[in-house]
């Protein structure tokens, strides 16, 4: 399997630019029409991870492998792909139109706790095959996403994340009883969903919530019951990166927003992140961007 494809990655080899906004620590989100393909053969899109969340609406008949199982699509489908999972697609025939978006987990900051919806659980359902009526629907609320990305609207974000939201129900009410409550996936994969559930279940930090409680790998993995080398190694083949990796990449992006968006000094945001002395939280930030938390707070960057 190839590596995973940043948001950077994408944007150069479908566009060959990257936009300014990938540069800032509070979200990013786009939107596009799926290129037709016209060929009349198979068309295979490599299988791999993103770095990011993709939600779409393809028009014609393909093959969709998701982790370790394959969805076939007879006419139309809504998919949605998430950082935990790889994909593939083969498009078995002539791809007549699509929309999809693409966004970032930071999009959703301080939004609501997307990635605890079943369609981007590793157990979930990911494809859904539509109706020419569901079809309609969901073109029409790609539509208004189009339609607010274009504004000059002030919230329009806001209201973005909400047809966001829009889409993820219309997709989970296409599901049978019976698989909204499955139980399915690899060891691996649900090891590291719930993982990446409890990380994420300790922010945003603020008044009401102010010490994170799980700070290593060994935290998570008692709270997990399970060998911190067992959660090492399934965190590793699900995400391509280290479990301390991904815990230190979301305490500096905490850390970020509390040292540009509150009013707390250097050592109440120290211990809010479960830092011991704030002399280890000053040498943790500077390792991973060459600037203390003080420089960082005085200067212009995001």
């Known amino acids: 399997m190839e590596k995973k494809e ?22 990013h989100f786009n939107i596009f029409r799926l290129e037709p393909y016209l060929e009349g053969k198979v068309k295979t899109l490599p299988y791999r991870r993103r770095d990011f969340y993709k939600l ?13 199982r394959v969805y076939e699509v007879k006419k139309q489908a809504l998919s ?7 994909y593939k697609w083969d498009h078995l025939d002539q791809i007549t139109s699509g929309i999809y978006c693409i966004f970032n987990p930071h999009f959703f900051m301080n939004f609501g706790q997307i ?24 073109e029409e609320i790609f539509s208004k996403m189009q339609e607010e990305i274009d504004s000059e609207y002030k919230y329009k974000y806001d209201r973005i994340r909400n047809l966001v939201f829009e ?15 499955a139980q399915l996936g690899n060891a691996s994969l649900r090891i590291a969903s719930i993982f990446m559930e409890l990380l994420e279940r300790q922010f945003p930090i603020d008044e009401n919530h102010r010490q994170i409680q ?31 990796q991904l815990i230190s990449e979301r305490l500096l992006q905490e850390s970020k927003i509390l040292l540009k968006q509150s009013n707390w000094n250097v050592s109440e945001i ?23 938390p003080t420089q960082f707070r005085k200067s212009g960057q995001s």
């Open 115 to 138: 990635h605890q919806y079943e369609v981007f659980q590793p157990n979930g359902t990911h494809v859904f095959e539509l109706t020419d009526e569901e079809a309609i629907e969901v």
């Open 56 to 68: 779409m609406l393809v028009k014609g008949a393909s093959s969709v492998h998701y982790a370790d």
């Open 270 to 292: 120290a211990y809010s992140l479960g830092f011991s002395e704030v002399t280890h939280f000053n040498n943790f930030f500077k390792k991973q961007i060459n600037l203390s």
């Open 167 to 181: 889409l993820i129900h219309f997709g989970m009410k296409l599901q049978p009883a019976e698989v909204q409550t």
């Open 214 to 244: 799980l700070r290593s790998a060994s935290d998570f993995a008692n709270q997990l019951n399970i060998h911190v080398n067992h959660l090492n190694r399934a965190v590793k083949e699900m995400t391509g990166k280290t479990t301390t």
């Open 6 to 27: 940043t948001l950077e990655e994408f944007y150069k080899r479908k566009f060959n630019w990257i936009p300014e906004s990938l540069k800032n620590d509070f979200g």
């Open 80 to 86: 949605f792909s998430n950082p935990m999972v790889p």
